[in-house]
C-alpha cells in the first residue's frame, strides 16, 4: 500500500518496493508523483547496490526527466499508461539509448552507443515505465551463475555470499532487493527461471516468438527468448501484456495477435490438469527440489505424475545448438581478440566453433520430434510442474556439487530442469517458494504454447496460497 | 568429472555412435582451429578438450536416437516474411 507521498524515510521504502500494479495507480490517480517513485528507488539502489551489484548502469538523469514529464502530462489531464511511472530495468544485453550494449562483456564496452531503446523497453515506456538503469548479466548470457570476470559478481539479496544465477543476474537480484518492481532478462537455456529461483522472485519466459528480440543483443537465436521478473504475478501479467504484439524489426517475432493475461488472472485452477513432470525431473538434485515441486502439487491439488518424453535428450539437443551457435555469433570477436572475453566462456566458444555440422542438424531435427511428443503430452495435460534448479544458490566461486552421488561442475549443470524445456520454447512461470528460513527454491509452471495465462493463472492461485511469494530481501 | 551430465537409455536395435577418444576429439580441434585460423593459447587447451567432451557426450546421446526421414530441421524457412 502507497502512502500519500511524505518525507520520512518508511514511506520512501514504501514507493521504492511496492509493486508495480501498486505504483502505477498511485501515480494515475495522482496519489504520488512518478518522479518521488523514481527518486526513492534512486536512493534505494544508491543505498545498497554496492553490496549486490545488480547495475551496470544508472541511467538517474533519463529516468527522472521520464518520470517529471509523465507527471506533466497527468497533470494535463492525458492518460500515462498502465504502468504509469513505474521504475524498471533491464538486463545490459537490451538496447539502451545512448549506451553501448555491453552484454555481460568487456569486448561490446567498445560498441558505439545505441541510437534507441531496445523494442521491449520502448513498448514499457510507452505504458508509462521509468527505465532505470541496465543490469548486470553473465558475459553473453553464456552462464548460470551470475559471475562475471569484468563487472564482478552480481550477488544474491537473500544472502551476499552466494550466487544470484544468471545469466540475467542482475535482474533477478536488482527485484529481490526491491530495486525496482520489474525488470527484463532474456532465457536461452535457464537465464530468466534460474536467477528468479535462486533470487526468490516471480519471472516469466514466454513462448518462443511470442515477446520481439528488436534491440537486444543475441546469443543463441535458436533458443533466445526475453521476458519480465517482477516480486507479484499480476505485475508479470502486466508487464507482459503490455509488451505484447508482432513486430516488423523481429523475424522471429510472432504475427499473433496480443493474448492479454490480466483479465482472466483471478480464474482460478478449476478443471485445469495439473500434473508433475516425472523421469529427467524427479532425479539429479537435492531432495528439496522435489520437495517443493510436491509442496507446490499438492497445494493446486495435482497428484499425477507424468513422464516427459527424451528429456534428457532434449538437454542434451540444446546444448550442442547453443554452443555451435554461440561460436558462431562471436567467431570473429574469438578469432581477433580470444583473451579478452571471460576464459570460462572463452574456452565454451572455442570448442563449440568446432562441432560438425551433422550434429547441429541432428539436434535440429530432434527439436521438431520432441516438440510434437510434447504437443502430444499436452492433450492430456494443461499444465506441468518441475524444479527450475537443482539445488539452492550455491557460493559466488562453487566449481562443484554433488547430485545425487555425482559430483559435477556447477556452472552448465544449474540448467538441467530448465534447458530441456526452453529446447522447444514453451511458456514457463517460475514461482519462488520458501521452504525455511533459508534461501528460496523455484518451481517450473509450464504452460502449452501461447497458454502463459494458463501458466500466470496456477502462479496467481500459489501466490494467494501463500505457496509462493517474493518478499523483498532484507538489505 | 564430466564436465556436464548428459545421459539417456540407449534405443535397442539403433546404431551406437561410438564415443569418441580424448585423443580423438583432441585431434578435431586441433584440425578444426588450424582450418579457422582461430588461436588457443596452451593454457586454455585442457578447458576446451573438457568442453568439447560434453558437447561429444551430449551429441551422441542425440546422434544414437532413430529419426525417420521425414522429420525436418525445426526451423522453417519462409522465403518472404
Known amino acids: 500500500m502507497i502512502p500519500a507521498a511524505t518525507t520520512s524515510p518508511g514511506a520512501a521504502t514504501d514507493l521504492a518496493t511496492a509493486h508495480a500494479g501498486e505504483v502505477a495507480e498511485a501515480v494515475r490517480t495522482r496519489r504520488v508523483p512518478a518522479l518521488a517513485v523514481t527518486e526513492a528507488c534512486l536512493v534505494r539502489i544508491a543505498r545498497h547496490d554496492g553490496a549486490i551489484n545488480a547495475f551496470t548502469d544508472i541511467t538517474a538523469e533519463r529516468a527522472r526527466a521520464r518520470a517529471a514529464a509523465l507527471d506533466a502530462a497527468i497533470a494535463r489531464g492525458e492518460d500515462p499508461g498502465p504502468l504509469a511511472g513505474v521504475p524498471f530495468a533491464v538486463k545490459n544485453l537490451f538496447d539502451i539509448a545512448g549506451l553501448p550494449t555491453r552484454a555481460g562483456s568487456k569486448i561490446n564496452r567498445e560498441r558505439a552507443p545505441a541510437l534507441r531503446d531496445g523494442a521491449l523497453v520502448r513498448r514499457l515506456e510507452a505504458a508509462g515505465a521509468v527505465l532505470v538503469g541496465g543490469l548486470n548479466m553473465g558475459e553473453y548470457a553464456y552462464d548460470f551463475t551470475g559471475e562475471n570476470v569484468h563487472d564482478g559478481p552480481c550477488r544474491n539479496p537473500r544472502a551476499p555470499d552466494h550466487m544470484s544465477g544468471g545469466s540475467s543476474s542482475g535482474s533477478g537480484a536488482a527485484i529481490a532487493a526491491g530495486f525496482v518492481p520489474l525488470a527484463l532478462g532474456s532465457d536461452t537455456n535457464g537465464s530468466i527461471r534460474v536467477p528468479s529461483a535462486l533470487c526468490g522472485t516471480f519471472g516469466l519466459k514466454p513462448t518462443f516468438g511470442r515477446l520481439s528480440r528488436a534491440g537486444s543483443f543475441p546469443f543463441v537465436t535458436s533458443l533466445d527468448h526475453l521476458g519480465p521478473f517482477a516480486r507479484s504475478v499480476r505485475d508479470l501479467a502486466l508487464a507482459y501484456d503490455v509488451m505484447q504484439g508482432g513486430d516488423a524489426d523481429d523475424p522471429a517475432c510472432t504475427q499473433r495477435p496480443a493474448e492479454p493475461t490480466l483479465a482472466t488472472l483471478e480464474e482460478g485452477i478449476d478443471g485445469l490438469r495439473i500434473a508433475v513432470a516425472g523421469g529427467h525431473f524427479r532425479r539429479g538434485g537435492e531432495a528439496e527440489v522435489f520437495a517443493a515441486v510436491d509442496q507446490v502439487a499438492r497445494a493446486l491439488g495435482a497428484s499425477d505424475i507424468v513422464d516427459v518424453p527424451e528429456a534428457a535428450r532434449a538437454r542434451a539437443a540444446a546444448y550442442v545448438i547453443t554452443a555451435a551457435e554461440g561460436a558462431a555469433l562471436h567467431r570473429e570477436r574469438l578469432l581477433t581478440r580470444p583473451q579478452d572475453f571471460d576464459p570460462a566462456v572463452r574456452d565454451r566458444l572455442i570448442a563449440g566453433s568446432t562441432i560438425p555440422a551433422g550434429w547441429v542438424i541432428r539436434a535440429q531435427r530432434f527439436r521438431s520430434w520432441f516438440r510434437e511428443r510434447m504437443r502430444a503430452l499436452f492433450t492430456e495435460v494443461d499444465v506441468l510442474l518441475a524444479p527450475a534448479t537443482p539445488c539452492r544458490a550455491p557460493l559466488i566461486g562453487q566449481q562443484t556439487f554433488t547430485l545425487d552421488g555425482v559430483t559435477l561442475p556447477v556452472r552448465p549443470n544449474i540448467g538441467v530442469f530448465t534447458q530441456p524445456l526452453s529446447f522447444i520454447g514453451l511458456p514457463i512461470v517460475a514461482v519462488p517458494v520458501f521452504p525455511d528460513d533459508g534461501l528460496p527454491l523455484g518451481v517450473q509452471v509450464i504452460a502449452p504454447p501461447w497458454r502463459e495465462d494458463l501458466a500466470l493463472r496456477v502462479a496467481r492461485r500459489l501466490e494467494r496460497l501463500g505457496v509462493a511469494s517474493a518478499p523483498v530481501a532484507a538489505l | ?81
Not at chain 2, 545421459?7 to 580441434?29: K, M
Not at chain 2, 584440425?31 to 596452451?42: P, V
Request: charge should be negative; charged fraction near 20%; proline fraction near 9%.
Open chain 2, 1 to 81: 568429472m564430466s564436465e556436464a551430465s548428459h545421459e539417456a537409455d540407449p534405443i535397442p536395435g539403433h546404431a551406437v555412435t561410438p564415443t569418441p577418444a580424448g585423443e580423438v576429439l583432441a585431434a578435431l580441434i586441433d584440425a578444426s582451429l588450424a582450418l579457422s585460423g582461430q588461436r588457443m593459447d596452451h593454457a586454455w587447451r585442457e578447458g576446451v578438450l573438457a568442453h568439447m567432451s560434453a558437447i561429444a557426450a551430449a551429441a551422441k546421446l542425440v546422434l544414437d536416437f532413430p529419426l525417420d526421414d521425414e522429420i525436418e530441421q525445426a526451423p522453417v524457412y519462409e522465403a518472404a516474411p
